[in-house]
């Protein structure tokens, strides 16, 4: 008969090196697993778990190397002793940053084998342990603004009814604060969910995050337009539909893996100065009617030929778009932007621009002939990975 080994652990961001862990440990026999409670991580780590006790226990009874696992029914960090003498081990085994001197006293009084195991990857693998994977870069996904931007905003919409279009981007790069990438609501979903959006209805997840940043005691008085909240939750390509609403009155999305594809091919970014401190960017706004329309109408042609795939569509459309913008707000090209409006429009292989955002700075969005190419040629470019579902 096989003898039992057991180990414990939250194992709440379960990585490759938890189940190398496991895979070593079950080769003293059939491993068994303890798990700390949600209530035990909040009592001794002060945080909440990023997945329940019934999550981190499904998807460690999944993994092949482990025979059993239970929700450990004790508390602080002896909280496996009651799973220990349920299931009555071999063998206790601990990673070596793991083991204490009280978990070998444990072992010694219940004739327990107590094995340090070093925490070594799995062959061609990166080291991985829960500290560093929340000392990594966010992963949380940011959005760019395509076309319509402002019409989100009921002072805007109230002249006429229009779409917004953005499309959630996977953070392959760095997400400078100030820089038009929705930064704010970004740093607004970290309060929430620190290291990645959570398995639920996007949309509903976009009207969760608009009503959390947008609270009736928010000091600035200031609400974020719908779009920044939909632009990160919604996967791959989307429009929104505002009438003199701050929440749109229907949403349209597009995860064509062709359109997609074809879209990223075509897009780029250019880092500029971040927007500067106490810039305002609707000082001097001049919002009218026939003002609207125009950013309506470019943005119902966006919509139209990324649709088609017509290159020279969306590049029309994408800088009429940014024309209305600035017509209505003016402030948006300020500081150090239209010198670098200047330069890349310049460029052959350039076919439109705009700035992510309220503007004022950050980045300029470009419209390329080829990205490969445009990327190659120009290395401050950065190319853009759009999110899929599921990612």
């Given at each position: 008969?096989?003898?039992?080994?057991?180990?414990?652990?939250?194992?709440?961001?379960?990585?490759?090196?938890?189940?190398?862990?496991?895979?070593?440990?079950?080769?003293?026999?059939?491993?068994?697993?303890?798990?700390?409670?949600?209530?035990?991580?909040?009592?001794?780590?002060?945080?909440?778990?990023?997945?329940?006790?019934?999550?981190?226990?499904?998807?460690?009874?999944?993994?092949?190397?482990?025979?059993?696992?239970?929700?450990?029914?004790?508390?602080?960090?002896?909280?496996?002793?009651?799973?220990?003498?349920?299931?009555?081990?071999?063998?206790?085994?601990?990673?070596?940053?793991?083991?204490?001197?009280?978990?070998?006293?444990?072992?010694?009084?219940?004739?327990?084998?107590?094995?340090?195991?070093?925490?070594?990857?799995?062959?061609?693998?990166?080291?991985?342990?829960?500290?560093?994977?929340?000392?990594?870069?966010?992963?949380?996904?940011?959005?760019?603004?395509?076309?319509?931007?402002?019409?989100?905003?009921?002072?805007?919409?109230?002249?006429?009814?229009?779409?917004?279009?953005?499309?959630?981007?996977?953070p392959s790069f760095e997400v400078r604060e100030r820089c038009g990438l929705s930064t704010s609501t970004r740093n607004v979903i970290?309060?929430?969910?620190?290291?990645?959006?959570?398995?639920?209805?996007?949309?509903?997840?976009?009207?969760?995050?608009?009503?959390?940043?947008?609270?009736?005691?928010?000091?600035?008085?200031?609400?974020?337009?719908?779009?920044?909240?939909?632009?990160?939750?919604?996967?791959?390509?989307?429009?929104?539909?505002?009438?003199?609403?701050?929440?749109?009155?229907?949403?349209?999305?597009?995860?064509?893996?062709?359109?997609?594809?074809?879209?990223?091919?075509?897009?780029?970014?250019?880092?500029?100065?971040?927007?500067?401190?106490?810039?305002?960017?609707?000082?001097?706004?001049?919002?009218?009617?026939?003002?609207?329309?125009?950013?309506?109408?470019?943005?119902?042609?966006?919509?139209?030929?990324?649709?088609?795939?017509?290159?020279?569509?969306?590049?029309?459309?994408?800088?009429?778009?940014?024309?209305?913008?600035?017509?209505?707000?003016?402030?948006?090209?300020?500081?150090?932007?239209?010198?670098?409006?200047?330069?890349?429009?310049?460029?052959?292989?350039?076919?439109?621009?705009?700035?992510?955002g309220a503007g004022g700075g950050g980045y300029l969005a470009c419209v390329v002939t080829d990205r490969e190419a445009f990327c190659?040629?120009?290395?401050?470019?950065?190319?853009?990975?759009?999110?899929?579902?599921?990612?």
């Amino acid at each position: 008969m096989a003898k039992k080994v057991f180990v414990s652990g939250c194992y709440d961001l379960l990585h490759s090196g938890h189940v190398e862990f496991f895979r070593q440990a079950s080769q003293y026999g059939d491993l068994y697993v303890g798990i700390g409670s949600d209530k035990t991580i909040l009592g001794y780590k002060n945080h909440k778990t990023v997945y329940s006790e019934q999550e981190r226990l499904f998807m460690v009874k999944s993994i092949r190397y482990v025979k059993d696992a239970y929700i450990n029914a004790g508390d602080g960090v002896m909280d496996f002793v009651p799973t220990l003498d349920i299931v009555e081990p071999d063998i206790f085994v601990v990673n070596s940053d793991g083991g204490s001197d009280d978990k070998r006293l444990i072992c010694e009084e219940r004739g327990i084998e107590y094995v340090v195991l070093e925490r070594d990857p799995h062959e061609g693998l990166t080291p991985r342990s829960s500290t560093s994977l929340k000392k990594s870069p966010c992963m949380l996904p940011t959005r760019l603004d395509l076309a319509g931007t402002w019409i989100d905003q009921p002072y805007v919409s109230c002249f006429h009814p229009g779409w917004a279009i953005t499309i959630s981007l996977e953070p392959s790069f760095e997400v400078r604060e100030r820089c038009g990438l929705s930064t704010s609501t970004r740093n607004v979903i970290k309060r929430i969910w620190p290291y990645q959006l959570p398995n639920m209805d996007p949309e509903t997840l976009a009207r969760l995050v608009f009503c959390f940043e947008n609270h009736p005691e928010r000091e600035d008085g200031i609400i974020s337009g719908a779009q920044d909240a939909i632009g990160i939750c919604i996967p791959g390509l989307c429009r929104h539909y505002y009438d003199n609403h701050f929440w749109p009155d229907k949403v349209e999305t597009c995860e064509d893996e062709t359109v997609l594809s074809w879209l990223e091919t075509h897009l780029c970014m250019i880092p500029m100065e971040p927007r500067q401190s106490g810039c305002s960017v609707v000082t001097g706004k001049d919002i009218t009617e026939p003002k609207v329309k125009a950013l309506a109408k470019a943005a119902d042609e966006c919509w139209d030929a990324i649709m088609r795939m017509d290159l020279d569509g969306f590049a029309a459309a994408y800088r009429a778009s940014f024309n209305a913008q600035i017509a209505m707000f003016p402030a948006m090209v300020q500081g150090c932007v239209q010198s670098y409006i200047d330069k890349y429009s310049a460029m052959d292989e350039v076919l439109a621009w705009k700035m992510p955002g309220a503007g004022g700075g950050g980045y300029l969005a470009c419209v390329v002939t080829d990205r490969e190419a445009f990327c190659a040629s120009h290395p401050e470019a950065i190319a853009l990975k759009i999110r899929r579902s599921g990612m």
